[in-house]
């Protein structure tokens, strides 16, 4: 919905309306209006844009980082692994939200420090779930007849021990992104996220919780949109992994 | 000489110790030469295979010794040379063909990624190339057998794709472990019958490591009998049948099943030691029927007899 909205629905989010401010959902608003009169759904449409786009290109971002340590961790062993899954346990140690809101505090707030900031807290989760697999697999067979054909480590573990590990990622992605646009949610609540008038969901629902009483609509919808956001991930996982089994494809 | 391996001993480190899988073995092979390493499990067939190209990894080390393969010692080379080796001068072949393909490469990659790295050619000439070795390992339809990932062929066909990707360089050297244990007994001889046509088109030398001494027999003109991580004896296939001289040699070859006999099977009393505390002097000896007191005590030494064969026993001086 939040992807073909800005298509299918065209009324500006920008408009101004301060005749019809705080109306209730009628036909015309469907999420009825804010403080400034401005269409809700309309702005929800595109704050939910903008959470999408904050928490997949967050998620890109410890992906990129996260695979290839434990890649390099679960194939190296010993002090190589020792040393990346340490530094992950450190990031790891710290809770996401308030490494986050750390981060943010550090580099300032803007569209592009939150997604660093939800980023680097995502990269010991996709680091230690591919080094567990990488430490099964490269004890496999096919690794070892991989060595004796005298491939060199890299090809080893890009070539022939990465495909083997991408359904796991593929599933942590879809995961990760559920936690990443949670994560996205809370930092604009804190006001820490996209700053206006380019705000996200998280946003919205902030700006509308002091309404709660007398303009219900106002926080719940782009709340419900956020629930909608998280749980569309975690069915896209499911059918994804299922797709790109190779096991689970029809033989031709 | 193509490969001579000189004193070579490899070791598992376990909990209980240290295991010596493979101790002071010695033997040489020449260009075009077939030797067949034969032996039960736990001998250390399977080690000594994997120490010859150094793939054996940990808990596995290689503990002295030398592999020479041309003249050049494999387990001093640098890696990057070793490389060069493996796969390009010498193949492997292996027990399961299933796990030792890539689940989710197709078969043909596998196939032409051997020759992209060894001999530097294009995807295209080399997924040429690996539908004509598909064809020449004796798959009926080679071009749509490119196109299928592993668990797509049956087991005769996977090792066939395994024999493909050994053969994808023409290495100098074939170590075939226990190439046909895996697959029913018609595709077994077709498998078998594949090598050996292979073998004399192009003049590949060949280790077979099996348990299976009618089999040594049938592929290889040499063979070599270990027990418990010891060469025990080796010579031409001739010879070793006829003449066996270790006990243990002749206990194996009286195992072999006679179909028309209606005699009693043999076997071999005992089971074999435990190499993390393998029995004092001939490791043979608790099983050994010509037991003497000198074997509880010394180890035989190596001697050559006039047959040109080798043994280890007390027996012979």
Same mark, same amino acid.
């Given at each position: ?52 786009? *904050? ?22 062993? $010993? ?20 490494? =986050? ?12 420090? =939150? ?42 573990? *890009? ?90 494809? &029809?033989?031709? | ?37 034969? &032996?039960?499990?736990?001998? $250390? ?19 002295? $010794?030398?592999?020479?393969?041309? &003249? ?14 493996? $796969? ?49 390992? &004796? ?179």
């Amino acid at each position: 919905m939040i992807t073909i909205g800005p298509i299918v629905y065209t009324v500006n989010p920008f408009t101004v309306n301060t005749i019809n401010k705080l109306a209730p959902p009628n036909l015309n608003d469907f999420f009825g209006t804010d403080l400034l009169g401005r269409d809700l759904f309309a702005r929800s449409i595109l704050g939910g844009e903008i959470s999408l786009y *904050i928490s997949t290109v967050s998620v890109i971002f410890s992906l990129v980082l996260g695979v290839p340590l434990g890649l390099i961790a679960g194939y190296s062993k $010993g002090m190589v692994d020792e040393v990346i899954m340490r530094i992950m346990d450190i990031i790891l140690a710290f809770p996401g939200l308030v490494l =986050a809101l750390l981060v943010v505090a550090v580099l300032g707030i803007g569209i592009n420090n =939150a997604i660093i900031a939800i980023g680097f807290t995502g990269i010991p989760i996709f680091a230690r779930i591919v080094r567990s697999v990488v430490l099964k697999i490269s004890e496999l067979d096919y690794v070892e007849a991989a060595r004796a054909l005298g491939f060199n480590r890299w090809r080893i573990m *890009i070539r022939h021990i990465l495909p083997n590990v991408s359904s796991v990622i593929i599933l942590q992605f879809t995961l990760s992104l559920a936690a990443a646009i949670l994560t996205e949610a809370a930092l604009s609540f804190l006001g820490l996220g996209a700053p206006a008038p380019l705000q996200s969901l998280g946003g919205i629902v902030q700006e509308g919780f002091p309404f709660l009483q007398n303009a219900w609509w106002y926080a719940i919808f782009p709340g419900i949109l956020i629930t909608v956001a998280v749980l569309g991930p975690n069915f896209l996982g499911d059918g994804l992994r299922d797709l790109l089994d190779p096991k689970l494809r &029809g033989s031709s | 000489m193509l490969l001579s391996v000189k004193g070579l001993t490899a070791c598992y480190e376990t909990p209980a110790g240290l295991v010596r899988a493979v101790e002071d073995v010695n033997f040489d092979l020449d260009k075009d030469d077939s030797l067949a390493i034969v &032996g039960e499990s736990g001998s $250390g067939k399977t080690t000594l295979a994997l120490s010859i190209t150094r793939i054996l990894k940990p808990p596995g080390r290689i503990m002295n $010794g030398q592999v020479l393969f041309e &003249g050049r010692d494999i387990l001093t080379m640098p890696e990057n040379e070793l490389r060069q080796i493996r $796969g390009g001068r010498v193949g492997m072949i292996f027990q399961q063909p299933q796990a030792y393909l890539n689940p989710v490469l197709k078969s043909g990659f596998q196939i032409a990624e051997v020759l992209e790295i060894h001999r530097g050619y294009d995807r295209q000439r080399a997924m040429q190339e690996a539908v004509r070795l598909l064809k020449e390992v &004796g798959i009926a339809s080679p071009e749509e057998t490119v196109n299928r990932y592993p668990f797509e062929l049956s087991g005769g066909m996977a090792q066939r794709v395994i024999i493909a990707m050994a053969l994808a360089c023409s290495p100098l050297l074939i170590i075939a472990d226990e190439p046909t244990s895996a697959l029913d007994v018609t595709v077994q001889a077709q498998i078998l019958e594949t090598i050996r046509r292979l073998r004399e088109q192009r003049h590949t030398s060949l280790i077979l490591i099996t348990h299976d001494l009618s089999l040594a027999a049938a592929a290889c003109g040499k063979i070599m009998v270990m027990y418990a991580g010891k060469l025990v004896e080796a010579g031409d296939r001739e010879s070793i049948f006829k003449n066996p001289k270790h006990p243990y040699t002749q206990l194996l070859i009286a195992s072999i099943p006679k179909i028309r006999s209606s005699e009693e099977f043999p076997g071999i009393a005992g089971s074999p030691p435990n190499l993390a505390n393998p029995p004092t002097g001939c490791r043979f000896h608790p099983r050994c029927p010509h037991v003497m007191d000198i074997c509880k005590n010394v180890e035989p030494p190596t001697i050559s007899t006039d047959a040109g064969q080798r043994v280890a026993c007390h027996l012979y001086k």
